[in-house]
């Protein structure tokens, strides 16, 4: 089943010099490639279906509300299978470069699962606990999932942030964000 | 229509001290979040769109101008000051201006591309005051099939020619054209794709898009592997005065007009944006370049800064000509730019100068006020720019995460869109990890539903005539271009695949 030229984009080897044809270079093979494509696919296939529950009111004319997405569904679908022939094929896609970012090192999941879990807690928090504490706890989670040194600045700086947002969005631009319950009480809010 | 007269009327308007203070904060404030390292002119513009929500259209619309050119000079200043090279289309000018900054020549480089971006951005909103309001003349004229065309063109070529792969640009191409049908359709009001979950009836904002695949997918992905270490910069010397000797004007000059003259076209045409234009530039100032210059490109060429710098700046006014006169975005940073338009009822295209006019001319004027801004306070303010570069990165992400949640939740105080905002940053994490553009993405995002209101409005008239979408000149003349396009854009961009490997291994050798 695996191709010969199959590897991961990203598990380069570290201190292994980056270029086209070395990033070809690992030997796993490229499941999260394979499975970004399918998913592409699978997402086209099921606009192609749900395109036919799509109720065409008896006022449509020529061309109803069910044509484009059944465009929309093709595109995804032919461009889903030629990335998956593709990567079959060894044409792996290039992870992109940055200013920060290490070329060399691997995915790192556990950061990327706590930013997402931080980010979740933010959102739903702003109704419990007000956008500038929720801020503060998107904030100073973040920044320790990122790796910063002493969590006894984070915290401070998290809390000032909030709420310098909060005032700078309420009285300059005239943007109240919600203070929530917990700070409502206090007539200054 | 005399368009000189209201030029000066915007001029009149956006020199009010009350606009001149908002054109003055968007410049500093998009130079700010430009420098940043990681964030491109379209992220730039993504996350500063929520302090612009209340302001007046003239007002939101001056500041943009001015985020919109200082997040250009910011990208310039991250990349000759960095070690690495960042968004790519200044991809090119990293490629000297850091090989000048190692060599001590950094203010040298600085210098250069901020006068040569002065000096382009000044040449090319020229060229858009003379070219627009023609352009919008004449496009009042264009009908259903024509847009619709237009819009084809806009797609493949923005599919094609953004990103490494044809098929990668198309697959990204077809999930932002997904996400734009989801919601509730314009012409019958039918709900699509919505699952039955009522805050997706209104559809996916572009703004969440936008800043969910720019602001948050590109946190995730730099978090995903980010570089340990303090942060390596190219210390500047002191004192701007003497920055570019009598030298430096003399190999500049030249560079910087040809870089204008290359960049500004480009950007009006849909052929992949700025970068196509800088890398061309650079092609062009290695090829002019006498004998013993040649020698300097890949070690510190100046000329290498000037010209592709000057090609990137006029490109960026250039592709507004498309935004005001037709409603056509063809860079990212131009879709989001449109649904901020959008955003106070203001729909860019060839009646935006009849019915908006004083509106557009103060933008128009904001954008020549905006540049001299620039130029005065790049020189001089290196210096706090460098500390901004400096910010520790486990704080800069946490604050450009908590910026684009804000954004998210400002537009209507609902929590939902900060997890679909969420959802979307997944998605461009995804696709910045297995090497997709983002750019299609998020014009496929915006233009899907106008495209899809053309298309039926033009099948409606002819009632049901395929061939009608053919036969209008405009159309037909459209296609064929668009043909033209991808066959002139897909060898460019091969060749430059092969340029960029090349100074790499350059790199490889000279390094110690």
């Given amino acids: 089943m695996t191709s010969p030229q199959s590897g991961s984009s990203g598990a380069s080897a570290p201190g292994e010099p980056h270029s086209v044809s070395e990033s070809n270079s690992g030997r796993r093979t490229p499941i999260g490639e394979y499975l970004f494509a399918a998913l592409a696919a699978g997402i086209g296939i099921y606009v192609l279906i749900a395109a036919n529950f799509i109720r065409i009111p008896i006022s449509s004319n020529t061309l109803g509300p069910r044509s484009f997405p059944y465009l929309v569904g093709a595109l995804l679908l032919c461009a889903g299978i030629a990335v998956f022939v593709g990567v079959r094929r060894g044409r792996l896609g290039e992870a992109e470069e940055g200013e920060d970012v290490d070329s060399s090192s691997e995915t790192d999941w556990v950061t990327v699962g706590k930013l997402i879990a931080f980010f979740t807690a933010h959102a739903y928090l702003i109704q419990f606990i007000g956008w500038p504490l929720a801020a503060a706890v998107l904030f100073?989670?973040?920044?320790?999932?990122?790796?910063?040194?002493?969590?006894?600045?984070?915290?401070?700086?998290?809390?000032?942030?909030?709420?310098?947002?909060?005032?700078?969005?309420?009285?300059?631009?005239?943007?109240?964000?919600?203070?929530?319950?917990?700070?409502?009480?206090?007539p200054f809010f | 229509?005399?368009?000189?007269?209201?030029?000066?009327?915007?001029?009149?308007?956006?020199?009010?001290?009350?606009?001149?203070?908002?054109?003055?904060?968007?410049?500093?404030?998009?130079?700010?979040?430009?420098?940043?390292?990681?964030?491109?002119?379209?992220?730039?513009?993504?996350?500063?769109?929520?302090?612009?929500?209340?302001?007046?259209?003239?007002?939101?619309?001056?500041?943009?101008?001015?985020?919109?050119?200082?997040?250009?000079?910011?990208?310039?200043?991250?990349?000759?000051?960095?070690?690495?090279?960042?968004?790519?289309?200044?991809?090119?000018?990293?490629?000297?201006?850091?090989?000048?900054?190692?060599?001590?020549?950094?203010?040298?480089?600085?210098?250069?591309?901020?006068?040569?971006?002065?000096?382009?951005?000044?040449?090319?909103?020229?060229?858009?005051?003379?070219?627009a309001p023609i352009l919008a003349r004449w496009a009042v004229t264009l009908g259903p099939p024509d847009y619709f065309a237009l819009m084809i063109v806009a797609f493949t070529t923005v599919g094609a020619l953004m990103g490494k792969s044809v098929s990668r640009g198309m697959l990204s191409l077809g999930l932002g054209l997904f996400l734009g049908l989801v919601g509730t359709e314009v012409l019958t009001g039918q709900q699509r794709f919505t699952g039955g979950v009522p805050v997706l009836a209104d559809g996916i904002d572009v703004v969440l898009i936008a800043v969910g695949l720019f602001a948050v997918g590109e946190s995730l992905y730099v978090a995903s592997r980010l570089k340990s270490g303090p942060v390596a910069l190219i210390p500047v010397t002191k004192g701007w005065r003497n920055w570019m000797s009598k030298e430096d004007w003399a190999l500049s000059w030249r560079p910087w007009l040809r870089g204008t003259a290359i960049g500004f076209p480009i950007g009006t045409i849909p052929a992949g944006g700025a970068d196509v234009a800088t890398f061309l530039s650079y092609a062009a100032e290695k090829r002019l370049a006498k004998k013993d210059r040649k020698a300097a490109f890949g070690k510190g060429a100046i000329e290498g800064v000037a010209g592709p710098e000057s090609a990137n700046n006029a490109a960026a006014a250039g592709v507004l000509v498309p935004l005001l006169t037709l409603g056509?975005?063809?860079?990212?940073?131009?879709?989001?730019?449109?649904?901020?338009?959008?955003?106070?009822?203001?729909?860019?295209?060839?009646?935006?100068?009849?019915?908006?006019?004083?509106?557009?001319?103060?933008?128009?004027?904001?954008?020549?006020?905006?540049?001299?801004?620039?130029?005065?306070?790049?020189?001089?303010?290196?210096?706090?720019?460098?500390?901004?570069?400096?910010?520790?990165?486990?704080?800069?992400?946490?604050?450009?995460?908590?910026?684009?949640?804000?954004?998210?939740?400002?537009?209507?105080?609902?929590?939902?869109?900060?997890?679909?905002?969420?959802?979307v940053g997944l998605v461009g994490f995804l696709m910045r990890r297995f090497g997709y553009p983002v750019a299609p993405m998020v014009i496929g995002g915006i233009l899907g539903p106008m495209a899809e209101t053309q298309l039926r409005k033009a099948l409606a008239i002819s009632q049901g005539d395929l061939s009608a979408l053919v036969t209008s000149p405009f159309a037909a003349v459209a296609y064929v271009s668009l043909v033209a396009f991808l066959a002139l854009g897909l060898f460019l961009k091969h060749r430059q695949l092969r340029m960029e490997s090349e100074p790499v291994d350059a790199d490889e050798v000279s390094a110690p």
């Fill in chain 2, 328 to 423: 056509l975005p063809t860079t990212a940073t131009a879709a989001i730019i449109l649904s901020a338009f959008q955003s106070y009822g203001i729909q860019p295209g060839p009646l935006l100068f009849q019915n908006q006019s004083a509106l557009v001319w103060a933008l128009i004027a904001s954008l020549y006020i905006g540049n001299i801004m620039l130029l005065v306070l790049n020189l001089p303010l290196v210096g706090i720019w460098v500390k901004v570069l400096q910010v520790p990165r486990p704080y800069l992400y946490s604050g450009i995460l908590l910026f684009a949640a804000l954004g998210a939740f400002a537009m209507n105080f609902n929590y939902l869109d900060v997890l679909i905002l969420l959802v």
């Fill in chain 2, 1 to 131: 229509m005399d368009n000189f007269g209201q030029l000066m009327a915007g001029f009149a308007t956006a020199l009010q001290p009350e606009y001149l203070l908002y054109a003055f904060f968007g410049v500093v404030v998009g130079t700010a979040v430009g420098v940043l390292p990681g964030i491109g002119p379209a992220m730039t513009v993504a996350l500063l769109l929520p302090i612009t929500y209340t302001l007046d259209p003239t007002a939101a619309l001056i500041v943009f101008a001015g985020i919109y050119y200082g997040g250009m000079y910011g990208g310039s200043t991250t990349s000759i000051l960095l070690n690495t090279p960042g968004e790519s289309a200044s991809i090119v000018t990293a490629l000297e201006g850091n090989k000048m900054a190692k060599k001590g020549r950094g203010a040298a480089a600085l210098a250069t591309a901020a006068i040569g971006s002065f000096i382009a951005a000044s040449v090319a909103t020229v060229g858009l005051t003379l070219v």
């Fill in chain 1, 140 to 186: 100073a989670g973040a920044a320790w999932s990122l790796g910063a040194r002493r969590l006894r600045l984070a915290i401070p700086i998290a809390l000032a942030l909030g709420f310098t947002i909060y005032f700078l969005f309420g009285r300059l631009l005239g943007l109240s964000l919600p203070a929530g319950p917990l700070l409502d009480w206090i």
